[in-house]
């Protein structure tokens, strides 16, 4: 197939899958609907296998990868993380429980591969399942590779329904103290701070998308060679996210910045359809071989995040069910982490006083939430994992 019809045919795809998420509330999201319609196709004959080949998006995508994880370190924000910092803690250590969970008591039913592969991405993120599945097709694991994609499309519905259930049984707990909803009925207005220019921060002159790509692949280009330094005992995407955020920090890259490149949506296709390239090499006979391990891996990362949950809970004072739910964000991370509180809080609140307190209470602590476990906890992880393959 000629490049620009099978890119053209990947491109539908993604747009397909956006539509399928928009149209279902995010229950089915954009990356289940591409990996579902790629699989029938490339099944049914009616794709051919060469389709991500043929588009040449596995060279560019694993070279974009880079800029997008920098991207991505822009968007942390340390004072909020610094305000939620028992979200933090209880987050962290729930997703730790659940990797050390599915590697640990899996390894022995699921194969220590597979343990391997699956506990980075239990703990959420596309930019972890492109470690594993970039890792695991070079060192040949296919199999190991299938079984993290459909891990990956699936996760969703292992935490959703338990972040639901745990969050409204947590705001009808919640409603029936006066003195909480009194205290968060009214949304506080934090006063703004003048921000101090960084100390590499560029002149207004420099505030153009060509710019702001540039210094991305800056950016890029210097935890690539700092990743080389370390002989690859720190991963190159691991260092993209920590340069990311530290180039930040100094001011040399703008908050969010990969959307003020105007290329956002491109980059985001190039790599997420990189994440399904193992795909086209997939039979139905691997999939069905790989729910022994997804079932055990959904279990026991529930498990381990539940069990961790409880402890972390009770030394900090925070209940149970909210605990867990900050933990269990990993699974679908934002814009879930919106959603849900947002429907918790129209179902339980009995008035708009009490809707409003419930979710000032519930929605900046599963964002934070699933902003540590998806974008830091779980590259980090990838990463430090990576090496045990």
Known sequence: MTGIAALTILLCVYAAGELIAQKTKAVFSTVLGIALILLAGF??????????????????????????????????DFPEI???????????????????????????????DMAVAGAPIFAGGSAATLI??????????????????????????????????LLRRTALRFREEPE??????????????????????????????????????????????????????????????VMGALFFALGFLEKGILAKTQSGGLITFFVTILIFSNLATTTPQQVVSVLVPLLAAAVLGVAGTVAVGFVAGKLLKVPFGLAVSLGISCTFGFPTTMLIPQEVSEAIGRNDREKAAILNYLLPKMLTAGFVTVTIASVLIAGFVVNML
């Open 180 to 241: 909480l909803v009194a205290q968060y009925s009214e949304q506080v207005q934090e006063t703004s701070v003048q921000r101090k220019r960084g100390l590499l921060e560029l002149p207004a002159l420099f505030s153009r998308p060509s710019v702001y790509l540039a210094k991305l692949g800056m950016v890029a280009v210097a935890a690539y060679y700092t990743a080389k330094l370390t002989n690859g005992a720190v991963h190159y995407f691991v260092l993209c996210l």
């Open 43 to 76: 099944w049914s004959g009616a794709l051919p296998r060469t389709l991500i080949e043929d588009a040449q998006v596995s060279g560019f995508g694993n070279l974009i990868a880079g800029i997008l994880i920098v991207s991505l370190g822009t968007t942390i």
């Open 132 to 165: 594993m599945t970039t890792t695991l097709k070079e060192k040949g694991l296919e199999l190991a590779g299938t079984f993290c994609i459909v891990l990956y499309v699936t996760q969703k519905f292992i935490g959703v329904p338990i972040a639901s259930l």
């Open 82 to 112: 610094k305000r939620q910092w028992k979200v933090v803690v209880i987050s962290i250590c729930c997703v730790l429980g659940s990797v050390a969970a599915i590697i640990l008591l899996g390894g022995p039913i699921m194969g220590m």
